[in-house]
Structures are given as C-alpha cells and as structure tokens.
C-alpha cells in the first residue's frame, strides 16, 4: 500500500473518532419564564442529576454573586465538595415574571437511563425549593414544556441543530 493511501486512511480513521467524541454532547436552548413574585432576582440552578438522586454536574447557574450560592442549599453541599468550576456556566439572576433563555449542553449517552435535570431556585430572605422543577432526561420528555413548584413558572427546552 502506497504512503497516500495510509496517510488518507489513518485520516479517516481519526476524523471518524474525533466526529463520534463531539456527537455525545446535544445542546438545548433553555427557556425559563418565572412566576411574577415579589423580591430580588431569583438565583437559580440547572444541575444533572444521577440515578441515584445525586449531583453529577452543575450545567447553568443563574446569579452572579457566589456570595449566595449557600442560599440554593442542597447544590451547594454538593459544589463545596466537587469544587466544579463554574465560569463558563454562570450568568444573571431572574426576576419576578421574566424569562431567562440558557443553552445547556447535555451528554447524550445519559437519556433513558434515570438521570433527570434539577432546577433549583431561592430568593433573597424567602422560600428555597429545592426541586422547583425536574425534568426526566428521556428524548420524549427534555422537549416537553414542565411546569414549576416554586419560583419559576415553566421550563421549555428546544435541541439545537
């Protein structure tokens, strides 16, 4: 075999890899419209959930000041302990009757195996609901508008293309 050919199949065969390691992470357009309550933004949290019931990652955190990351409780046990890094998840906290727009990159190989999202909100001197809403991570479910217990109103999620 020429030194062409092998060249041209070990391309290939890398190029083929390096496609099928991208493709396990989908991206999802976040939608969140808050109740219209009365206080300062809400901080809320968009964490992967494992079958458990335990955190397994932190996907967006809305709310700027780490100062009051302790107010979502539950995650924040869970961040003292993993120290995960959080920059490039991090944005402005919601207010009452807004919408927040997030886009979430989800890895595909944990639909339909027990994972859900957890979507955790606290707001300044008032209630913490730790699962405001949760949504089952199952291709049916991810695109189905969910409805809140607390704070937030409704979370509709859209894959990107």
Not at 5 to 34: D, E, H, N, P, R
Not at 110 to 125: I, M, P, T
């Amino acid at each position: 075999m020429n030194t062409i050919i092998k060249i041209a199949l070990i391309t290939l065969l890398f190029s083929a890899v390096s496609v099928s390691t991208f493709a396990q992470t989908g991206k999802y357009k976040c939608m969140i419209q808050m109740n219209a309550y009365q206080g300062e933004g809400a901080y809320v949290v968009i964490s992967l959930i494992n079958p458990k019931g335990a955190y397994e990652k932190t996907l967006a955190v809305l709310g700027p000041d780490k100062q009051w990351y302790n107010t979502l409780k539950e995650w924040y046990k869970f961040q003292a302990k993993t120290k995960e890094k959080l920059s490039a998840v991090t944005g402005a906290s919601v207010g009452g009757g807004d919408r927040a727009m997030r886009t979430l990159e989800i890895d595909e190989s944990k639909f339909n195996k027990g994972y859900k999202l957890r979507f955790e909100s606290a707001v300044e001197e008032q209630k913490y609901h730790t699962s405001d809403v949760e949504i089952p991570l199952t291709k049916e479910a991810i695109t189905e508008k969910a409805n809140g217990k607390g704070y937030i109103k409704l979370v509709k999620l859209n894959k990107v293309q």
